[in-house]
């Protein structure tokens, strides 16, 4: 309604894929575990988002991004949108039931300011599902996010996602969402429910002319 479109890497004229490695350039998260957030993260930039203009920005485990500091988006995750749901004003470039806590859990999570290019970048590598296991998480999903300060476009980039030991949720009425939801909850944009991405993949959000 607002008036963003989306294309994804498979669309004549859509974007390409091209991953951006940040993992020796950038600053780790620290601090995400299961169902949390961090702090509000300094962008070192301003993106338009809807309306508004933003600086800064919440890291969630469950592969959200929030302009507002709320603490948690986690399962079941309401549909997008969805006005005075859990949350709102958020990117979500993999909302499922992801956990970077357990022993021996590789996932991670990095930011990065690219000033050259005026984006904002932000990567979660190798990040399993929570599992009702005793490790508590199982598989890996590389995906990343880059905010352009240049055009307020969106896009997200999917490099390595576990097919295999994805599960829906059948207690839930969405286990997966991709896409975004504006500042009251009564606006946003999906590219993907419940269907996962497939490898080397990317989606792009542009902002309305």
Request: hydrophobic letters at 35%.
């Amino acid at each position: 309604a607002y008036g963003y479109t989306w294309l994804d890497s498979n669309d004549p004229g859509g974007p390409m894929y091209n991953w951006v490695d940040i993992s020796t350039i950038g600053t780790e998260i620290t601090g995400l575990a299961d169902d949390n957030s961090v702090p509000v993260i300094d962008m070192g930039l301003s993106f338009g988002f809807y309306w508004s203009d933003y600086s800064e920005v919440t890291i969630g485990s469950n592969g959200w991004l929030g302009f507002n500091d709320f603490g948690n988006l986690r399962a079941c995750f309401d549909d997008i949108p969805t006005e005075g749901g859990r949350a709102d004003n958020f990117v979500a470039p993999f909302l499922t039931d992801l956990n970077f806590a357990g022993e021996n859990n590789l996932g991670k999570a990095y930011y990065y300011h690219d000033a050259v290019n005026n984006e904002f970048i932000i990567s979660f590598v190798d990040v399993p599902y929570y599992e009702d296991n005793a490790d508590e998480y199982m598989g890996s999903n590389t995906f990343q996010v880059i905010f352009s300060a240049e055009d307020s476009s969106i896009t997200f980039q999917y490099q390595d996602i576990d097919q295999e030991n994805y599960e829906a949720d059948q207690n839930c009425p969405s286990t997966l969402l991709i896409g975004m939801e504006n500042t009251n909850g009564n606006i946003g944009l999906v590219s993907h429910y419940d269907v996962l991405p497939s490898d080397n993949y990317a989606v792009k959000f542009y902002y309305p002319e």
